[in-house]
């Protein structure tokens, strides 16, 4: 069966200090794969998108960065985290008519 | 591009009373839609979704959804609700045609289930 995998959990960072958050699909092959972030209130909104290796499309200019080094690994970086940078983090892939299947998220705050 | 609008951000209700969770979409093209709950701190899990076919969809939990074109909505309904289902539920829409699969998201509805 699909599964994925979303680390860390929760993250508390300085402003200022590089980010890495990782993502790992099982059980597929050659996903879409997603980047979402969740702020109160203010829904999900989805950050970046890869159809296949080394292919990432950004939905909005921002801090952040996304590289899929591999087919099942999804990676979102930042050299410089900002404030605004807080938020729910979820990561999710899809094939088709299946839908997403998200992962568990990673609770980042930058203090 | 689509949009999706739900009605109400928090939506309390007693146990074992009914619900409605509004949800309408806007789009110039054919579409899939697509109910999610998420429970606190944790991801979203898809409680149902509309491909094709019946206008009314069962889903996960005891609920369902019914896709009306004429009026671009998809409501979410359960006829008995219990404290469990307490979370926040997410409508979403994506083209039914590209390779991408974006699904764009409401704002989301809490659902507050009071004993």
């Known amino acids: 069966s699909q599964t994925i995998h979303q680390w860390p959990a929760t993250l508390v960072q300085p402003v200022g200090s590089p980010l890495s958050l990782e993502c790992t699909v099982e059980g597929t092959s050659n996903p879409n794969l997603y980047w979402y972030r969740q702020a109160a209130g203010r829904g999900l909104q989805l950050l970046f998108y890869?159809?296949?290796?080394?292919?990432i499309s950004s939905e909005v200019p921002q801090n952040l960065s996304a590289s899929r080094p591999q087919d099942r690994q999804f990676i979102l970086s930042s050299k410089k985290l900002l404030l605004s940078d807080s938020g729910f983090y979820l990561c999710?892939?899809?094939?088709?008519?299946?839908?997403?299947?998200f992962g568990s998220g990673t609770r980042l705050t930058v203090v | 591009a689509q949009s999706v609008t739900q009605l109400d951000s928090q939506v309390p209700v007693f146990e074992e009373a009914p619900v409605e969770l509004r949800c309408n979409y806007s789009?110039?093209?054919?579409?899939?839609l697509f109910w999610y709950v998420q429970y606190p701190n944790q991801g979203l899990q898809l409680l149902l979704k509309y491909l094709s076919g019946s206008t009314l969809v069962k889903g996960i939990n005891g609920f369902e959804a019914e896709f009306n074109k004429s009026q671009t909505s998809f409501h979410l309904r359960k006829p008995s609700v219990h404290i469990s289902d307490t979370a926040e539920y997410f409508c979403?829409?994506?083209?039914?045609?590209?390779?991408?699969?974006?699904?764009?998201f409401g704002k989301g509805t809490l659902l507050t289930v009071n004993p």
């Open positions: 999710a892939w899809s094939l088709s008519l299946i839908g997403y299947t």
């Open positions: 890869s159809v296949g290796i080394g292919q």
């Open positions: 979403a829409v994506r083209s039914s045609g590209g390779s991408n699969y974006k699904l764009t």
């Open positions: 789009s110039s093209v054919s579409v899939y």
